[in-house]
Antibody, heavy 121, light 109 residues
Framework: EVQLVESGGGLVKPGGSLRLSCAASGFTFSNAWMSWVRQAPGKGLEWVGRIKSKTDGGTTDYAAPVKGRFTISRDDSKNTLYLQMNSLKTEDTAVYYC????????????WGKGTTVTVSS | QSALTQPASVSGSPGQSITISCTGT?????????VSWYQQHPGKAPKLMIY???NRPSGVSNRFSGSKSGNTASLTISGLQAEDEADYYC?????????FGGGTKLTVL
């Protein structure tokens, strides 16, 4: 069964750091382009960023609001995706979803259940 | 690219059809067929319902259809059912980014 399971969310103070993880199973993780999408309370979806497979260069792209503060990485030996979040702001409070393009080229078609990050003093 | 524009809410009665619009620009919706639609029920992860403007993933009901005219894409749901009540997001992507519409809350009366 294809599965993405996020972990690492929690309460952090403004200016703090947090690392999210996403454990993948049921597909060849090393071939997958992986993304993070977030959703602030009561708000819409916001793309955070993406990492390509190493075969395709392993490069990353980020949304403007997180560029320079967030870093996406992957450990293909552990089938795990990471999101390192630094200099956190209250507006980073959201549910963070791990997602991938698996069956439909270009489209995020497998999603995790999400992990909640709350940035508050 | 800025977020795509969707109406905040739409409603319809069971059995009726509704259409949700998604307006972009000639640089995104109007210029490419990289438009998708996601359905999200409260507390759940989004689900891909339409991709490449009008294609349905396997398992998605044929009551859901997508189209595009100029810079506006549309999602039509026919034969509305209670379980269709959810938030719907349009999305498009470029080589370096993905962006979403603000979302539309569908209420089934």
């Amino acid at each position: 069964e294809v599965q993405l399971v996020e972990s690492g969310g929690g309460l952090v103070k403004p200016g703090g750091s947090l690392r999210l993880s996403c454990a993948a199973s049921g597909f060849t993780f090393s071939n997958a382009w992986m993304s993070w999408v977030r959703q602030a309370p009561g708000k819409g979806l916001e793309w955070v960023g993406r990492i390509k497979s190493k075969t395709d260069g392993g490069t990353t792209d980020y949304a403007a609001p997180v560029k320079g503060r967030f870093t996406i990485s992957r450990d293909d030996s552990k089938n795990t995706l990471y999101l390192q979040m630094n200099s956190l702001k209250t507006e980073d409070t959201a549910v963070y979803y791990c997602t991938t393009v698996l069956y439909h080229i270009g489209y995020m078609d497998v999603w995790g259940k999400g992990t909640t990050v709350t940035v508050s003093s | 690219q800025s977020a795509l524009t969707q109406p905040a809410s739409v409603s319809g009665s069971p059995g009726q059809s509704i259409t949700i619009s998604c307006t972009g620009t000639s640089s995104d919706v109007g210029g490419y067929n990289y438009v998708s639609w996601y359905q999200q029920h409260p507390g759940k992860a989004p689900k891909l319902m339409i991709y490449d403007v009008s294609n349905r993933p396997s398992g998605v009901s044929n009551r859901f259809s997508g189209s595009k005219s100029g810079n506006t894409a549309s999602l039509t749901i026919s034969g509305l059912q209670a379980e269709d009540e959810a938030d719907y997001y349009c999305s498009s992507y470029t080589s370096s980014s993905t962006f979403f519409g603000g979302g539309t809350k569908l209420t089934v009366l």
